[in-house]
């Protein structure tokens, strides 16, 4: 309904007051989606909707964290506005691990060749001493295949952001299941190795 209501032949003004009740919805699907609908729509006040929606999320989804909860950070992640990236900051910090995850999960999935580097570079690197674990089997129902770091049953958020890091910084890392923490700590030497480099360079 909503696509169908974008695509419409209706003024821009009623499309506008649609989406921003689905932007004020309580339900992250809903919202989502409105705001997503929003940003395509050039609405001059979405960066103000995004940081509000970002401000009220709760700290643990009520849905897979696969779902929906990665897609605020998404709309960061094409962003160039510092006052949303820091928004996004302040969530991170205050969300369950799993939510965390799927944020830095979106660093990566949404940089492209025309995206600066540098605000992804710059929120993941501020985790790599987050020693908080992202255990699927603690809540098996919450995590699935698609899953930040499915790859791995049991992980630390600094582990994970050093994989999300190598990835920005083109450092060429194979995720290894397998890893002892030895292979954890020497994966997070290199890439704060690599970023002292970036550093220097930016």
């Given at each position: 309904m909503v696509y169908a209501l974008v695509e419409s032949d209706l003024p821009r003004k009623v499309k506008l007051e649609s989406l921003l009740q689905g932007a004020r919805h309580p339900g992250l699907s809903h919202k989502s989606l409105a705001l997503s609908c929003l940003l395509d729509m050039n609405y001059k006040s979405f960066?103000?909707?995004?940081?509000?929606?970002?401000?009220?999320?709760?700290?643990?989804?009520?849905?897979?964290?696969?779902?929906?909860?990665?897609?605020?950070?998404?709309?960061?992640?094409?962003?160039?506005?510092?006052?949303?990236?820091?928004?996004?900051?302040?969530?991170?910090?205050?969300?369950?691990?799993?939510?965390?995850?799927?944020?830095?999960?979106?660093?990566?999935?949404?940089?492209?060749?025309?995206?600066?580097?540098?605000?992804?570079?710059?929120?993941?690197?501020?985790?790599?001493?987050?020693?908080?674990?992202?255990?699927v089997k603690s809540n098996p129902e919450m995590f699935n295949m698609l899953s930040a770091g499915s790859t791995f049953d049991k992980i630390a958020v600094r582990d994970f952001a050093a994989l999300k890091l190598a990835y920005l910084l083109g450092l060429d890392v194979e995720r290894d299941p397998t890893w002892t923490e030895a292979d954890r700590q020497q994966l997070r030497q290199r890439v704060k190795a690599k970023l002292k480099e970036w550093d220097a360079q930016h």
């Open positions: 960066p103000e909707l995004l940081i509000q929606a970002l401000d009220e999320l709760p700290a643990a989804p009520d849905e897979p964290y696969y779902s929906t909860v990665g897609s605020l950070a998404a709309m960061v992640a094409n962003s160039e506005d510092p006052k949303a990236w820091q928004a996004l900051l302040r969530l991170a910090k205050r969300v369950d691990v799993g939510t965390r995850m799927e944020f830095l999960n979106h660093m990566s999935y949404c940089c492209t060749k025309n995206t600066p580097l540098e605000p992804h570079i710059n929120f993941v690197r501020q985790f790599l001493d987050d020693t908080s674990v992202r255990d």
